[in-house]
């Protein structure tokens, strides 16, 4: 008897990120059909067998798979087991047409590195609050994919900016309790938003999700010595809610939220 099909999916508050689809399927086979986003696609069990533009494809463990928008494609499982995957569908702006015919021509990318980055947009994804993060990431993974898909003769050097390093981080402190997505301060700033990213990891050891977050758990011990209570706590410093606190608290304190009011004297 065949495993029922496992399916989760939903639109998240990113830019740019029109849906995120996690299944699992055992004999179901897609058949021809296009989309009008971008499909990047991980596999994190058994492996997908597809054509696209007449030619057929697979995807292994460790590939990346980048289908591009109007472009029909079907998908079989290619073991007896099915396969597991993990799909981000990306606006077709985030791209750019001028990506579509070299990404026929190689859908399949083989990079450790750029799989590892994508699991991380998923990770951040699933955790409702950390969008700032979620968005980061996956500007990172866009650069990638247009170097694999437009190489250029020898990489960029980083390029250091030190003074759109300090205004991001004037921004953040400015925003602690509201937050701001990347694409609105890329825009205050006049600023790609790749640029902005690597520019304040640069200058600060730390991408502005992370330092965001200190930030907030920062203010959020203040607070809790001061005897609030966990959920108000959340809710003052930017917090999604109580529990999104707690796991963010918990990794830089080293204790829950709760447990850190108690030992207030």
Known sequence: MAARPEVSAWR?????????????????AYPMHVHQA???LIVDDGAVRYDLDRHEH?????????????????????T??????????LDASRLGDDLIGPAVDGPDLRDPLLRWRVGQVHGALARPGDELEAESRLTLVEERLRAHLRP?????P?????????????????RIAYGIGLEEAARLLYAH???????????????????????RVERARRLLLDGRAA???????????????????KRLVGVTPGRYRLSAR
Do not use: C
């Not at 980048?66 to 499982?77: A, E, K, Q, R, T």
């Open 80 to 89: 007896p087991h099915g396969f597991r995957k993990r799909v981000l569908y």
């Open 12 to 28: 998240p508050r990113v830019p740019g990120v029109v849906e995120v689809f996690h299944a699992r399927f055992t004999e179901y």
């Open 152 to 156: 250029r003769i020898g990489a960029a």
């Open 231 to 249: 959920g108000e706590v959340a809710s003052a410093t930017g917090f999604y809610d109580q529990a999104h606190l707690t796991r963010h608290f």
């Open 193 to 215: 938003p790749a640029h902005l990213v690597r520019a304040f990891s640069s200058a600060y050891g730390i991408a502005p999700h992370q330092y965001l977050m200190s930030r």
């Open 158 to 174: 980083l390029r250091r900016d030190p003074a759109l390093a300090r205004s991001l981080r004037e921004l953040l402190d400015e």
């Open 38 to 40: 971008w499909t990047l």
């Open 58 to 78: 697979g995807t292994p463990h460790d590939t990346v798979s980048l289908l591009p928008p109007h472009v029909p494609h079907n998908g079989s499982p290619a």
